[in-house]
T-cell receptor, first 112, second 115 residues
Framework: KNEVEQSPQNLTAQEGEFITINCSYS?????LHWLQQHPGGGIVSLFM???GKKKHGRLIATINIQEKHSSLHITASHPRDSAVYIC??????????????FGKGTHLIIQP | DAGITQSPRHKVTETGTPVTLRCHQTENHRYMYWYRQDPGHGLRLIHYSYGVKDTDKGEVSDGYSVSRSKTEDFLLTLESATSSQTSVYFC??????????????FGSGTRLTVV
């Protein structure tokens, strides 16, 4: 069974700090997704990774396929970055739902 | 954004009543999913569909049924709602990015309370 573990579960930081959220998984994957969910809001896709690194504005996502690990970094954090960040993976075993397995999320609060 | 809408956004219902949630997409994607989100759990798959009239169970399918009579609509039905089905329900669609790599777009969610 594929397990997706995120750390930390909760993170409170001051505006401007560099933020790192980690995700580890237990099986081979075809892709890893980072998602963002604001309080009471929908789920938005931030990144999809199958290798290497991606950057979008102040957000950077990296993945190490050999170590089964990914990180999401936020530079110059801002209160509007406060949200739940969710890691999700799609197994490369094929068949079945071809859906995603999700971590429990990291609840990030950025204080002004 | 792929056009995906869920209705209703909020619903309060009584134990034992049937409830149907609707997911509507405008871009003809083949795969559609229903997930539930609960505190302390990641999103969990209830049912999914891979085409008109083609559906299958996910990991938490007990007490739920689905139907897909048209490509654009995927309905989730709670035959007899229970308090344990109080949750936030998300619909998602899968789109192909390249061979073997897929993107997922989520609806805005339906907050269901069973009293």
């Amino acid at each position: 069974k594929n397990e997706v573990e995120q750390s930390p579960q909760n993170l409170t930081a001051q505006e401007g700090e560099f933020i790192t959220i980690n995700c580890s998984y237990s099986v081979g994957i075809s892709a890893l997704h980072w998602l963002q969910q604001h309080p009471g809001g929908g789920i938005v896709s931030l990144f999809m990774l199958s290798s290497g690194k991606k950057k979008h504005g102040r957000l950077i996502a990296t993945i190490n396929i050999q170590e089964k690990h990914s990180s999401l970094h936020i530079t110059a954090s801002h209160p509007r970055d406060s949200a739940v960040y969710i890691c999700a993976v799609r197994s490369n075993s094929g068949g079945g739902a071809d859906g995603l397995t999700f971590g429990k999320g990291t609840h990030l609060i950025i204080q002004p | 954004d792929a056009g995906i809408t869920q209705s209703p956004r909020h619903k309060v219902t009584e134990t034992g009543t049937p409830v149907t949630l609707r997911c509507h997409q405008t871009e003809n994607h083949r795969y559609m999913y229903w997930y539930r989100q609960d505190p302390g759990h990641g999103l969990r798959l209830i049912h999914y569909s891979y085409g008109v009239k083609d559906t299958d169970k996910g990991e938490v399918s007990d007490g739920y049924s689905v139907s897909r009579s048209k490509t654009e609509d995927f309905l989730l039905t709670l035959e007899s709602a229970t308090s344990s089905q109080t949750s936030v329900y998300f619909c998602a669609i899968r789109s192909s990015v390249r061979v073997g790599i897929y993107g997922y777009t989520f609806g805005s969610g339906t907050r269901l309370t069973v009293v």
